[in-house]
Structures are given as C-alpha cells and as structure tokens.
C-alpha cells in the first residue's frame, strides 16, 4: 500500500513519464518548434524488491529473470545516462544531435559513473569527426557511443574484460 | 549435452494472441508444456486464437460441422510417458501390427490454430509432444516449455517470417485439400466419413498455418522481433551461449511486443492493470499496411478490443484463405453459405496481408511499460540508463544465475543501443516504419528475424503422408490414418493384414492389448474385405480400397454379417 500511495504521489506531481511525449522524450514530428526534455526521474515503486537492498525484480519467466539494479555505477550506467541525456534533448529539426551535444554537461573526469550525468568531450569530438567526414548524425551517433565506443571511458574494457 | 533442469515459476504465455489448456476439472494444463497439453483441450477463457478461427470461419461462411469435435482413434502400444512424475499413456502411434493400445485425440479444428503455441508442427502434436523436434535430447515438456525453448525460437510468429511459414503451410493445406477432392468422387457417398476426415485434416493444416496470419494482425507482432526459429543460427562458440542469446533476445522482443503476458502474473502486480503497448490500445500506436493504410490496433489478450480496420484486413486475409482451402476440398463437410457483408477476396499470402508494420512512435511506445495505478495511467520508459541497471540471469541445472559479466555487458550495451537510436529514428519520423522492418538492428548480434530465411528443420514434411514415407510422414498417416486410407490401402499386402489378425490372435497378450489389437485389425481389414469368398463375392459391397485404389489386397469372409463384424470376426474369432 505504502508502495502504491508513494507511486501514486509521484504521478500526480508529474515526476513519473505519463502516457505520450514527456516520457519517451516525445516522438511526434512536423515542422511545429519542438523542445528538447530531461529524461524522466523513473520511480522504481512498482516492481518487487529482492532482497533488502535496492535490486527489484523486472520479470521472471521459466529460464530466465532480469533483475534492476539502480546502484549499479560503471562506464555503461554512465554510458546511459549520457545516452539519455542526448535522446532525451534531441528534437528536430530546431534541437539536433550536435546542438543536444554542445549544451549536455561535460564530464570532468575520466570515470564518468562518479559524476553526475554527463558525455565526455571525446565522444562529441568524436561525433564531431564523423559528421564531418560524411556520416549522418544518427549514424555517427551510433558509431561512436555503441559500436565502437572507444571515446567513452571504461566502456571497452567493460565488453571486453571477461 | 547440458540438461537445463525445468523451473518453471510463471507459466510464460506464448507472445502471440493467447493460446489455453484446460485439463477436465477447468484447471490450466500442468505442465502448461509438453506431454500434457496434447492430452488436454485447448478450450476456454481467452483462447484468442480458436476465437478468431471461429469468427473466420463463420464469416467465410463454411458449415457449421467445420467447428465439430473430431475424434480420431490412435492405436499405440502400451509404453508410457512421464508427465510431471506420472507414468501416462502413449499417444505416439505405433505400426498397427503392433497394437496394444487404443487411444483416442478429441480436437475441434479451430482449437490447432493454437498448435503454434504448444507444439513445433503437426507431426509434433501427432507425436503427442513426447519427442524433442530441436533434436538435442532435451526432456519433451521443457522442449515444449514456452519461455526456455519455444519462445526463444518463436521469431517465426512475427513479420516476415511468419509470411513465409503462413506461405508454406496454406500451401501444405492446399495440397491435401486438393487429394480430397477426387477422394470424395471416388467413394461416391458410400464412405462419407472417409472424405470428411481428409477434409478436417486439410482444415487442421489450415487453422494451424491461420495462427501465422492470426499473429500479423497483432499489433505487437508488426515488427521483425530479433532472432530465428533455428537455435542454430544465434551467434555463440556453444549451445548454451546460443540458447543464452536466444532466451535474452526473446525477453527482450517481449517487452517491444507488449509485456502484459509477462508482467500482469507477478505476484506483486496482480492489483495494477499492465496495459502494456503495443498489445494495449493506446493512441500512439499504429500500424502501416502495404497499401498506405494507417491505423491504430492491438494485439495479444485485446481481441475483443481490435479496431475496425484491424479487423477489416484481418478478415479479409484470413477468411480468403480458408475458403481456397475448403473450396479446393469436396466439401463433404457441408455446402459453403453465405459470407459475411464487406469481405473482400484477397491473396492471403501476400503483402497486403502481412505487409503491415509498426510505426516508428509505435515501436517506442512498446519500448515502454505502461500500467495503470489506481486508475492512474503510468509509463515507465525502457531507455539507456534503465537498460543499463538490467541483470540479466538464465537458468541453469543449479537455477538461475546471472549470465557472465562479458555477456551482462554485452546485453547492456546492445539495449542501450536499440532504445536510444529508436528514440531518435521515431523523432524523426514518427509515422515511418523502418525500425519495424529490420531497422532496429542487431541485438546481441541476434539479427531481426528477417534477416534468417531458412525453414526450421522441424516443420511438417510434404506431401505424400503415408506408410512408405519418411518418419514424420509416417506418424501424420497413422494419426490420420481414416484421412490417409488410400495410402494405407495402397501399401498394405495380404501378409500385413494376416500379421495383424496373428497379432490380434496372439494368446500371449493380456485382455487391454488383445483389444486393442482386435480394432486396430478390425479398422484396416475392414478396409479390405469382401463379403464372400474368392470365387464369389458381393460385388454390391465391395471394400473401401476397391474404390481407392486399382489392386488392393483383399481377405474374404462369407456372411451373413456387415462387414465390419465380418472384419471383426477374422480378426479375432
């Protein structure tokens, strides 16, 4: 009950994702000026705890279970979190990738996951080099957070450390 | 080879519309997998996919004898089955000769358009789900289990793969209907039930392959999920890291189809309402078909809330290609009425039929869990940071474990991946359809669906079904063996009818064997018999075979009697 009440709470204050654009970072189109958003604060209330600590349980099926653990602090929280904060922002055509990369916060270290959230200069250095050489932003985009993430701190030593 | 040992916490249902087993007492069918669901009816509270078989064929306007119950006598021998610690009953049927056990499979067709859910193929349900068709030697209740091994294999219920297999098995259907037809002239009336049980086979091949289509048209479906209907073809240097991947990708496929299935059994949500996308109505989601139309749908455990449009092409599709099948047979089930107003005839294997695709909003919005609170609608957003807090665990022989810190990463990354570009594709174009048709990319290096052409090794052979055929055909043959008694007249010799009445007279067998061995006789020689005697006979009465086929074997047996007593009668005195 407490649990429900405290969601309940959130929502009506606006704090949780409602239904359509807050949420998801808005996904409508057209040529009406668009603000970018932050994403959302997610109230993890609704799903069940494991164990005492912060862990809750997302779903479980005969083979398999995903659990979420919200302390979790490494270069791919990190990593998401800037991901987040670029997605989030992004809203064509008046807020682009590369504006969203210019006015996200900066990272002051090279362990991202100890800071507030934020995307190292490398990546949109990064970024900036791809766009330029050719690539679409959305590409670019992809290139360099996901599939060869080199610029982001941690994140190749993450995949590749058994 | 490892034995993933069967834990089964939630009964997981298929993502598909919803598919039910209900044992005799209304109870949910356990094990909800494998053995016992062959043994049980899939009857009963939201058996979506039997539902829209049955509004289709009322609206193609096929006879109402089309949705009896069909009864079919299966001779087997008295092997058993672990169900759940239980020996039971064989359904798998053995060479009539070696009869000793007679057991009998109750069906409507409307319920096998659920077969996809339960069971790899006809020939699998034929086998009564006791043999493993992954071929890896796993236990057939946890081969059957949805969440371990069907699911991650399931991609073919989603575009385009499920247009190629919907492809295959209407032709499959057509084919057999096609053998109906001139099988229903040749008996000319006087064995009715011999036509009819080859038309409700090619109608079973027909509901099955109509899952496919039932599926298209579920909103959450519109998309090309990742993965193959082959564990073969998922990345990994072992079988388990295979199976790891194809478990992980289709977890995460359901959360893009719709997680209600999933979500709404956890204890702990029993009191929200999971009105997931992109099963759940809601206003951002739609879908685009070939032809330009845009409009909203949904999906599984809502079709009693499908649009209008949905419904519209659904029927069109669906309706079109159940009556090819039952048109191309000699409808001796009944003479078609009248279709329902509106429909329109369409080729239901082409792209208007599965060409429609999710939109890129749409997509998006499955990315997300809605629920509703108290009334109050909540949406929780599946993006980078949220995918990057997930621990994902698979099961193993000691239980569930999380997955290597290697593949754990490698899970994180590609969902990060998935959720942040298809947030930026939906806000550039929120109404395209390309993150529907493969542009999601990989996940895992698990390609979207489309990308995996082969047909799994496990679906239902071609046609011919008979005696001579390769295993699988051979047990479709025996299971439908009234449906098939062409072949059966045509392959059985005199020496294979006298060694099933020696078989029948076999002093060594106990009262249920001799039976059992005495039907089964009884049931093919009857096939064959001439009442008379070589020299003479009652040409007035000649055997089923003799219409069948050119130069049938034939036992002879002097009445008075029909010929079935006679049969029975030489079969055991």
Same mark, same amino acid.
């Given at each position: 009950?407490?649990?429900?009440?405290?969601?309940?709470?959130?929502?009506?204050?606006?704090?949780?994702?409602?239904?359509?654009?807050?949420?998801?970072?808005?996904?409508?189109?057209?040529?009406?000026?668009?603000?970018?958003?932050?994403?959302?604060?997610?109230?993890?209330?609704?799903?069940?705890?494991?164990?005492?600590?912060?862990?809750?349980?997302?779903?479980?099926?005969?083979?398999?279970?995903?659990?979420?653990?919200?302390?979790?602090?490494?270069?791919?929280?990190?990593?998401?979190?800037?991901?987040?904060?670029?997605?989030?922002?992004?809203?064509?055509?008046?807020?682009?990738?590369?504006?969203?990369?210019?006015?996200?916060?900066?990272?002051?270290?090279?362990?991202?996951?100890?800071?507030?959230?934020?995307?190292?200069?490398?990546?949109?250095?990064?970024?900036?080099?791809?766009?330029?050489?050719?690539?679409?932003?959305?590409?670019?985009?992809?290139?360099?957070?996901?599939?060869?993430?080199?610029?982001?701190?941690?994140?190749?030593?993450?995949?590749?450390?058994? | 080879?490892?034995?993933?040992?069967?834990?089964?916490?939630?009964?997981?249902?298929?993502?598909?519309?919803?598919?039910?087993?209900?044992?005799?007492?209304?109870?949910?069918?356990?094990?909800?997998?494998?053995?016992?669901?062959?043994?049980?009816?899939?009857?009963?509270?939201?058996?979506?996919?039997?539902?829209?078989?049955?509004?289709?064929?009322?609206?193609?306007?096929?006879?109402?004898?089309?949705?009896?119950?069909?009864?079919?006598?299966?001779?087997?021998?008295?092997?058993?089955?672990?169900?759940?610690?239980?020996?039971?009953?064989?359904?798998?049927?053995?060479?009539?000769?070696?009869?000793?056990?007679?057991?009998?499979?109750?069906?409507?067709?409307?319920?096998?358009?659920?077969?996809?859910?339960?069971?790899?193929?006809?020939?699998?349900?034929?086998?009564?789900?006791?043999?493993?068709?992954?071929?890896?030697?796993?236990?057939?209740?946890?081969?059957?289990?949805?969440?371990?091994?069907?699911?991650?294999?399931?991609?073919?219920?989603?575009?385009?793969?499920?247009?190629?297999?919907?492809?295959?098995?209407?032709?499959?259907?057509?084919?057999?209907?096609?053998?109906?037809?001139?099988?229903?002239?040749?008996?000319?009336?006087?064995?009715?039930?011999?036509?009819?049980?080859?038309?409700?086979?090619?109608?079973?091949?027909?509901?099955?392959?109509?899952?496919?289509?039932?599926?298209?048209?579920?909103?959450?479906?519109?998309?090309?999920?990742?993965?193959?209907?082959?564990?073969?073809?998922?990345?990994?240097?072992?079988?388990?890291?295979?199976?790891?991947?194809?478990?992980?990708?289709?977890?995460?496929?359901?959360?893009?189809?719709?997680?209600?299935?999933?979500?709404?059994?956890?204890?702990?949500?029993?009191?929200?309402?999971?009105?997931?996308?992109?099963?759940?109505?809601?206003?951002?989601?739609?879908?685009?078909?070939?032809?330009?139309?845009?409009?909203?749908?949904?999906?599984?455990?809502?079709?009693?809330?499908?649009?209008?449009?949905?419904?519209?092409?659904?029927?069109?599709?669906?309706?079109?290609?159940?009556?090819?099948?039952?048109?191309?047979?000699?409808?001796?089930?009944?003479?078609?009425?009248?279709?329902?107003?509106?429909?329109?005839?369409?080729?239901?294997?082409?792209?208007?039929?599965?060409?429609?695709?999710?939109?890129?909003? !749409?997509? %998006?919005?499955?990315? #997300?869990?809605?629920?509703?609170?108290?009334?109050?609608? *909540? $949406?929780?957003? /599946? +993006? @980078?940071?949220?995918?990057?807090?997930?621990?994902?665990?698979?099961?193993?022989?000691?239980?569930?474990?999380?997955?290597?810190?290697?593949?754990?990463?490698?899970?994180?990354?590609?969902?990060?991946?998935?959720?942040?570009?298809?947030?930026?594709?939906?806000?550039?174009?929120?109404?395209?359809?390309?993150?529907?048709?493969?542009?999601?990319?990989?996940?895992?290096?698990?390609?979207?669906?489309?990308?995996?052409?082969?047909?799994?090794?496990?679906?239902?052979?071609?046609?011919?079904?008979?005696?001579?055929?390769?295993?699988?055909?051979?047990?479709? !043959?025996? %299971?439908?063996?009234? #449906?098939?008694?062409?072949?059966?007249?045509?392959?059985? *010799? $005199?020496?294979? /009818? +006298? @060694?099933?009445?020696?078989?029948?007279?076999?002093?060594?067998?106990?009262?249920?064997?001799?039976?059992?061995?005495?039907?089964?006789?009884?049931?093919?020689?009857?096939?064959?018999?001439?009442?008379?005697?070589?020299?003479?006979?009652?040409?007035?009465?000649?055997?089923?075979?003799?219409?069948?086929?050119?130069?049938?074997?034939?036992?002879?047996?002097?009445?008075?009697?029909?010929?079935?007593?006679l049969a029975q009668q030489w079969c055991c005195p």
């Amino acid at each position: 009950m407490k649990r429900v009440l405290s969601v309940l709470l959130c929502t009506s204050c606006g704090v949780l994702g409602g239904g359509g654009g807050g949420a998801d970072g808005g996904a409508g189109g057209g040529s009406a000026f668009r603000l970018p958003s932050l994403p959302p604060v997610l109230n993890l209330a609704v799903f069940a705890p494991v164990g005492a600590g912060a862990t809750k349980l997302l779903a479980e099926v005969s083979n398999a279970r995903v659990e979420l653990d919200p302390t979790q602090r490494d270069a791919l929280t990190a990593l998401g979190e800037c991901a987040d904060l670029l997605s989030y922002c992004y809203a064509p055509p008046n807020f682009t990738l590369a504006s969203c990369f210019a006015s996200v916060r900066g990272c002051s270290t090279m362990e991202p996951w100890t800071e507030p959230a934020c995307c190292p200069a490398t990546c949109r250095e990064a970024f900036e080099r791809e766009v330029a050489a050719g690539t679409a932003p959305n590409p670019a985009l992809e290139k360099v957070l996901f599939r060869q993430p080199d610029c982001f701190p941690g994140v190749r030593a993450a995949l590749e450390t058994p | 080879m490892n034995r993933l040992l069967l834990v089964i916490l939630l009964p997981l249902p298929a993502l598909a519309w919803d598919s039910v087993c209900y044992e005799a007492g209304g109870r949910s069918c356990s094990p909800f997998a494998g053995p016992q669901t062959a043994r049980n009816r899939w009857v009963g509270p939201s058996d979506e996919h039997r539902q829209l078989f049955e509004q289709t064929r009322a609206q193609a306007g096929l006879p109402l004898s089309v949705s009896d119950p069909q009864t079919l006598t299966v001779f087997t021998t008295s092997a058993t089955v672990d169900i759940g610690g239980t020996p039971a009953p064989t359904l798998q049927p053995a060479a009539f000769e070696q009869t000793t056990r007679a057991q009998t499979r109750t069906f409507t067709v409307g319920e096998l358009a659920q077969l996809p859910d339960f069971s790899y193929a006809l020939w699998d349900w034929a086998s009564g789900h006791e043999t493993c068709p992954l071929a890896d030697g796993t236990d057939a209740t946890l081969c059957h289990d949805f969440a371990s091994h069907m699911g991650p294999v399931n991609s073919n219920h989603f575009v385009p793969q499920s247009q190629r297999l919907y492809a295959r098995v209407h032709a499959l259907a057509l084919a057999r209907a096609a053998e109906c037809r001139p099988l229903a002239t040749a008996v000319q009336g006087r064995f009715p039930e011999v036509s009819r049980a080859c038309e409700v086979e090619a109608l079973a091949l027909e509901a099955m392959g109509q899952h496919f289509l039932q599926d298209a048209w579920s909103m959450g479906h519109m998309w090309q999920r990742w993965g193959s209907s082959t564990l073969e073809d998922f990345p990994g240097a072992t079988v388990e890291e295979k199976r790891d991947k194809a478990v992980l990708s289709a977890l995460v496929s359901g959360f893009v189809h719709g997680a209600r299935g999933v979500l709404q059994a956890l204890p702990t949500w029993t009191t929200y309402d999971v009105n997931d996308a992109m099963c759940a109505p809601h206003d951002d989601v739609r879908f685009v078909a070939k032809d330009g139309l845009v409009s909203h749908a949904v999906g599984d455990l809502y079709v009693a809330q499908m649009t209008a449009a949905q419904k519209q092409r659904f029927f069109d599709c669906a309706t079109s290609g159940l009556l090819q099948v039952y048109q191309a047979t000699g409808m001796s089930l009944g003479a078609l009425g009248q279709p329902a107003q509106g429909l329109s005839s369409v080729d239901p294997t082409s792209d208007h039929c599965f060409g429609q695709r999710a939109t890129n909003e !749409a997509i %998006v919005r499955g990315m #997300a869990i809605q629920l509703k609170v108290i009334g109050l609608q *909540t $949406t929780i957003p /599946l +993006d @980078a940071r949220f995918a990057s807090w997930m621990v994902p665990q698979v099961a193993r022989a000691s239980g569930k474990v999380p997955v290597a810190k290697k593949t754990k990463n490698e899970f994180r990354l590609s969902l990060e991946r998935v959720t942040t570009m298809a947030r930026l594709t939906a806000k550039d174009d929120p109404q395209g359809t390309s993150l529907a048709e493969g542009g999601l990319g990989d996940f895992m290096g698990v390609s979207p669906n489309g990308a995996y052409a082969s047909p799994a090794a496990y679906e239902d052979p071609p046609l011919p079904w008979g005696p001579g055929g390769p295993p699988r055909a051979v047990t479709l !043959a025996r %299971v439908f063996h009234v #449906a098939h008694a062409k072949e059966w007249c045509a392959a059985t *010799t $005199t020496a294979q /009818l +006298d @060694a099933l009445k020696a078989h029948a007279q076999d002093p060594l067998l106990d009262a249920t064997s001799k039976t059992a061995a005495c039907a089964a006789c009884t049931e093919l020689a009857v096939r064959h018999l001439r009442v008379g005697t070589a020299a003479s006979w009652d040409t007035n009465n000649e055997p089923l075979c003799q219409a069948l086929v050119p130069t049938p074997a034939y036992v002879y047996a002097p009445g008075p009697g029909t010929p079935r007593a006679l049969a029975q009668q030489w079969c055991c005195p």
